[in-house]
C-alpha cells in the first residue's frame, strides 16, 4: 500500500512554503531560501522512485497529491522551477497511463463500475497550472494555456477511442473516465488568471476567448461548465492589465492595432455574468 509512504512524504514537506524571507531580505537570501525548500520536495519525491521501483508498490492519487501541492506552493515569480518540476511529475504519470497502452488492456476497460480512480484528475493538473499561474509571467501564461489545451485534446481523443471501439469492451467502458481528466472550471479559472497577471499585449484577447469557450460548453448542454464569477472577474481582470487589441487581417501590423474601450467591454462581460 501507498499509505506509509504518503505519511513520510507528508512530513517531509509540510514546511515547504509556511515561511518566506522578508521583503527586505537579499536576493542571495531568497535564492537560497528557494533551493532549500526544493531541495526538500526532491527528496521527499525521491520516496516516489523508491516505493516504485525498488519497492514495486504503486503509487495512488493522494501520493501525486501531496507533491504537486509542494511544488505548487514553491512557486511565485523569480522562482519558477517549481512550476517546471510539477509538469514533469505530472507528466510521469500521464505517460504510465497513456491511451493507446491501456486500450491494448482489457482489464483496464472493465474494471467494474463505481471502482474506478480518475488520475491523473482535474485537481492534479490544476495544481500545476496554478504552480504556472503564479509565476505572473508570459513564459508561465504560455505553459498554462498550453496544458489546458493538451488537457482537452487528450480527453477528446479519450472520447473518440471509446465511441469508436465501445463494442469491443464487455461493459462498454468509457476510457476518458479512467485515463483522461476533463477540463474544469477551475481548470480554466486559473488559465485565465495566468494571462491577467502576464502582461502578455495579447492577454486579454487569450482570456475572453477562454471564457467564451466556457460558455459555448455550457450552451451546448454541459451543466458543469456554467460559468462563475471567478471566472469572469479573471477575464476582466485581464482587460485591466492587458488592453484588448482589436483583431485584424493577417496583412495588417500589429502595433497597428487599436485597444478597444475597456470599460465598455468589462461592462459587457458584467451583463453576461448576470444572465448567466
Not at 499509505?3 to 512530513?11: D, F, G, H, K, V
Not at 525498488?54 to 507533491?67: A, G, H, R, W
Not at 513564459?139 to 477528446?156: C, D, P
Not at 473518440?160 to 463494442?167: M, R, Y
Request: glycine residues 4%; hydrophobic residues 40%.
Amino acid at each position: 500500500t501507498a499509505q506509509p509512504y504518503n505519511i513520510a512524504m507528508l512530513a517531509r514537506v509540510r514546511s515547504v512554503g509556511t515561511s518566506w524571507p522578508r521583503r527586505q531580505s537579499s536576493t542571495e537570501e531568497k535564492r537560497a531560501h528557494a533551493e532549500a525548500n526544493n531541495q526538500i520536495i526532491l527528496r521527499a519525491q525521491s520516496l516516489l522512485d523508491h516505493m516504485e521501483y525498488s519497492m514495486n508498490v504503486k503509487p495512488d492519487p493522494y501520493t501525486y497529491s501531496i507533491l504537486l501541492n509542494a511544488w505548487c506552493k514553491q512557486s511565485r515569480p523569480g522562482n519558477e522551477g517549481p512550476a517546471d518540476e510539477a509538469e514533469m511529475l505530472l507528466r510521469r504519470r500521464i505517460e504510465d497511463i497513456d491511451i493507446e497502452k491501456v486500450y491494448g488492456d482489457a482489464e483496464a476497460h472493465d474494471l467494474p463500475e463505481g471502482n474506478v480512480e480518475i488520475w491523473p484528475n482535474a485537481k492534479h493538473y490544476a495544481s500545476v497550472l496554478k504552480a504556472h499561474a503564479q509565476r505572473r509571467s508570459a513564459a508561465g501564461a504560455k505553459k498554462a494555456v498550453a496544458l489546458l489545451s493538451e488537457m482537452e485534446q487528450r480527453h477528446f481523443d479519450a472520447t473518440i477511442i471509446a465511441d469508436d471501439n465501445a463494442l469491443r469492451t464487455k461493459s462498454g467502458y468509457v476510457v476518458e473516465t479512467k485515463d483522461v481528466a476533463k477540463p474544469d472550471l477551475v481548470c480554466y479559472a486559473i488559465t485565465i488568471d495566468a494571462f491577467a497577471n502576464s502582461r502578455l499585449p495579447e492577454a486579454s484577447v487569450v482570456a475572453l476567448r477562454l471564457l467564451e469557450a466556457v460558455e459555448t460548453k455550457f450552451s451546448n448542454g454541459d451543466e458543469s461548465m456554467k460559468p462563475n464569477a471567478r471566472l469572469y472577474t479573471a477575464a476582466i481582470l485581464s482587460l485591466v492589465h492587458s488592453p484588448y487589441i482589436e483583431e485584424v487581417g493577417e496583412d495588417e501590423n500589429f502595433h497597428n492595432r487599436r485597444p478597444q474601450n475597456n470599460a465598455k467591454r468589462a461592462w459587457g462581460i458584467l451583463e453576461r455574468m448576470k444572465e448567466s
